[in-house]
């Protein structure tokens, strides 16, 4: 009796934990008060359906997703699935507790941060077959900064001189009463705000919906599957005008694990974007194949392909400690397409934590 009296206040420590967490986050979303822009800022038109397309993809960019390619939605187990498909965080036995951080940086006479895409993920198991997730992006982690590089040669190859900050909040729950298949279901909320070359605040992005999921597994393969759907309000500061709009992502995707020390996965999807007028607009997603190779033990290589790029990494676990370091060649020709060259790619690693639960 006291031994399960013991486990009940170790649990329920640890949920007081999540839940501070919890509360520290939203402390930093706050905003405050917003500046006014003056009168004279330019009219905002914005790209919505690309603009949505690279919020989206800013918090899929963990440590392990980047490393597989984002092939990752036929995964079980994996954190970052919060951010992917919710039925992908069953099977998660522990409290477990993730970090993503961007280290990828221009090379000027300063270091100039590219990109935050910055994440963190809670999850904790639930009696009953329930697995709950709490995933986030604090307050300027979610975004990209290229003021600096105005009048350079990196703004010739395609970089917006722009700035863009905002969060997403992600409030998952999965259910898998069996280990065959699993639901999963997840309320997200996006915010972006998004500043001129003059580093003026010049519209806010707000976003809410739904993702939903599931997975399905028998004898070594998987499938999975999920869909979000964001309904946007662009608030244009210059003009004073809103505008709504909708974004829906689908994915899926097939994986294989023959063994414990080996797995492949593949994926495809498409982002499909309505504007405040015009007709229906569609991105495919490109095609994702990953492989993941145990060569050591607590030593595991990753190689993928995105579309034409590639992607690797290597993760090390160490008891309940996993650490993984991840490249990906072009990424930030994903979220504007006229960006390329080598300032292109983009490097995560992410630091996940398992806890007796």
């Known amino acids: 009796m006291g031994g399960k009296w013991a486990r009940l206040g170790k649990r329920l420590g640890w949920l007081l934990v999540a839940a501070l967490s919890l509360a520290v986050s939203y402390l930093f979303h706050s905003p405050g008060a917003l500046p006014t822009p003056p009168d004279e800022a330019p009219l905002v038109r914005p790209d919505l359906a ?23 939605v036929p995964l079980w187990g994996v954190p970052d699935q919060a951010f992917h498909n919710p039925a992908g965080i069953a099977g998660i036995s522990r409290l477990s507790l993730t970090h993503n951080h961007s280290f990828r940086h221009f090379p000027l006479d300063e270091e100039v941060d590219l990109i935050d895409a910055d994440t963190e993920v809670v999850v904790f198991p639930i009696p009953g ?5 709490y995933a ?22 395609g970089f917006p001189i722009e700035r863009s900050d905002g969060f997403r909040d992600v409030l ?14 997840a309320l997200v909320t996006e915010e972006a705000r998004q500043f001129d070359r003059q580093n003026r605040l010049v519209a806010i992005h707000q976003g809410q919906g739904m993702e939903t999921g599931y997975l399905l597994r028998l004898l070594g393969f ?3 599957s999920s869909r979000l759907k964001l309904d946007f309000d662009t608030f244009d500061l210059a003009s004073r005008r809103q505008l709504g709009w909708r974004m829906v992502r689908r994915l899926s995707g097939l994986a294989l694990t ?16 309505r504007p405040p007028q015009g007709s229906l607009l569609r991105q495919d997603e490109p095609r994702s194949s990953s492989l993941a190779l145990t060569v050591l033990p607590g030593v595991t290589l990753y190689l ?22 991840a ?27 398992d806890l007796p639960w």
Do not use: C
Not at 258 to 270: A, D, I, K, M
């Open 129 to 133: 077959g329930f697995t709950a997730a």
């Open 327 to 353: 490249l990906g060649e072009g990424t930030m020709g994903e979220l504007f397409p006229p960006v390329k060259g080598e300032q292109s790619n983009l490097g995560i690693y992410g630091v996940r934590l």
């Open 136 to 157: 986030t992006t604090l307050r300027g982690e979610h975004g990209w900064d290229y003021l600096k590089l105005a009048n350079t040669r990196w703004e010739e190859q």
């Open 258 to 273: 023959p063994t414990p020390w080996l797995s492949y996965s593949t994926q495809w999807g498409e982002y499909q974007t």
């Open 304 to 325: 993928a392909r995105r579309g034409r790029r590639a992607h690797w990494g290597v993760g090390l676990r160490m008891g309940s400690l996993w650490v993984t370091g």
């Open 172 to 185: 998952a729950l999965a259910y898998s009463p069996l280990p065959l298949f699993s639901l999963g279901a």
């Open 50 to 72: 690309q603009r949505g397309r690279a919020l989206d993809l800013l918090s899929r960019v963990g440590a392990v997703p980047l490393a597989r390619g984002l092939a990752v």
């Open 222 to 224: 998987s499938w999975g």
